[in-house]
């Protein structure tokens, strides 16, 4: 059976891009689930599944948040991973996605945990708001409040892996990937008319995507997220399970040391224990190993701008990957 992947809201799983992948669990919030009711799921995707890896954007709100601890509190179980993700509803889904598409390989449970933050990096996410007067997500300056309301106004977000904030217009776009990526379009209402559409029409050609999938209706938690009910929400990311998986399995593999779990990167998914390392900085012992590993570690935990570096290497449709 595959990893259980769950997810805090039903509009976050999402079709996947090509071919049958399992279906993410949906953990109710604690005014529409007793506690016992979500005792009770939890219990049985563990018995099904063995493991089970739960994503959430960390801006949900606390008493969720406390509900999902409290579960695996109450099933006193080290087969539990909550991951918070840093990223919008919409990108969350794509990740969620993209753990789907990792949870019938042959990777461990601690592995595809703590995969979630090194795919992270590689999912390029925003949106186009109509107004930048609550958006708290970048930096606004006052230029831009005084453009929100002036009428037609459109504004491009960016918030990973880098922040920043643009006007909308032909040939105006962020850095993109320089990897070969899908574009998954979230709108607040279906796209009418003819004229131009910034995300479509100008982000994806020049991001260079190789498809967009478009998705109705908005996540219900984007609207809070981006401060406005009138946004197009999009994520680009790698579709291809097979360079997933190459990419994953590109980096050092560490066991935790508290639970013994299989991992990458420096944090345990499951238990949360870092990993000791004697000195990260200058590359002992403890912080890479063998002289290859250094690499590897920084490709997993780098800054955003390590996500261009395979590029090259993933650009084409792997041939093998397992």
Known sequence: MPIAIAVTSSDLVLPPPGGPVPEAAVLRPPEEQPLETAVTQAALLLDQCGHLVVLYPDSLPTAYVRRLHTVRSVLESDRVALLPVPLPPLAVGVLARQLRQLS????????????????????????????????????????????????GTRFGVLVNPARR??????????????????????????????????????????????????????????????????????????????????????????????????????????????????????????ATGATGDRSAHAHALGPPAAARAPGARHAAPATSGR
């Open 104 to 151: 019938v390989s042959d990777l461990s449970p601690g592995v595809l945990a703590s995969a979630a933050r090194l795919l992270t990096h590689y999912i390029y996410a925003g949106a186009q708001l109509s107004s930048v007067a609550r958006c708290d997500r970048v930096d606004v300056s006052i230029g831009a409040h005084v453009s929100s309301l002036v009428p």
């Open 165 to 286: 904030l643009l006007r909308t217009g032909p040939g105006e776009t962020p850095d993109g990937p320089g990897f070969a990526t899908r574009l998954t379009v979230a709108r607040s209402r279906p796209r009418t008319g003819t004229g131009e559409d910034w995300v479509t029409d100008t982000l994806a050609p020049g991001w260079r995507v190789q498809g967009v999938q478009e998705i109705l209706p908005l996540p219900a938690d984007s609207r809070r997220w981006w401060g406005t009910p009138r946004a197009v929400e999009f994520a680009a990311a790698i579709p291809d399970p097979s360079v997933l998986y190459q990419l994953v399995t590109s980096v050092r593999r560490e066991e935790c040391h508290w639970c013994g779990l299989e991992l990458i990167g420096d944090r345990c998914g499951f238990c949360s224990a870092p990993v000791p390392r004697a000195d990260a900085a200058t590359g002992g012992v403890g």
